[in-house]
């Protein structure tokens, strides 16, 4: 299983940017998949989870700012972040397993390579 995440970058504050999870020898309809964000010196964290029935959940950090889309012939997870803010900088990870979704990191089995998302004021 490989996760190749993309679409980090540098914008202002209010700005916005669509981060992309590409799943490769992964069976995506069946497993959760999500985004965790690092920030230097802190925890990992969960941001949004999509879940194997569709169903969807955000951090109340980021709900009402992000949102998770999928496009499934080409098992892909997008993650549209509008009013970014600086406390949104961070390295985020797109992460997936076969078993529940979980909120914590120690839960999932396979892990994308991080891409940098840094929000200047």
């Known amino acids: 299983v490989q996760l190749v995440g993309s679409g980090g970058g540098s914008v202002q504050s209010g700005g916005s940017l669509r981060l992309s999870c590409a799943a490769s020898?992964?069976?995506?309809?069946?497993?959760?998949m999500g985004w965790f964000r690092q920030a230097p010196g802190k925890a990992r964290e969960v941001v949004a989870l999509l879940d194997s029935d569709g169903s969807t959940s955000y951090a109340k950090s980021v709900k009402g700012r992000f949102t998770l889309s999928q496009d499934n012939a080409k098992n892909t997870l997008f993650l549209q972040m509008n009013s970014l803010k600086p406390e949104d900088t961070a390295m985020y990870y797109c992460?997936?397993?076969?078993?529940?979704?979980?909120?914590?990191?120690?839960?999932?089995?396979?892990w994308g390579q991080g891409t940098q998302v840094t929000v200047s004021s």
């Open positions: 992460a997936a397993t076969y078993r529940y979704c979980s909120g914590s990191p120690g839960g999932y089995n396979y």
């Open positions: 020898g992964y069976t995506y309809s069946t497993y959760c």
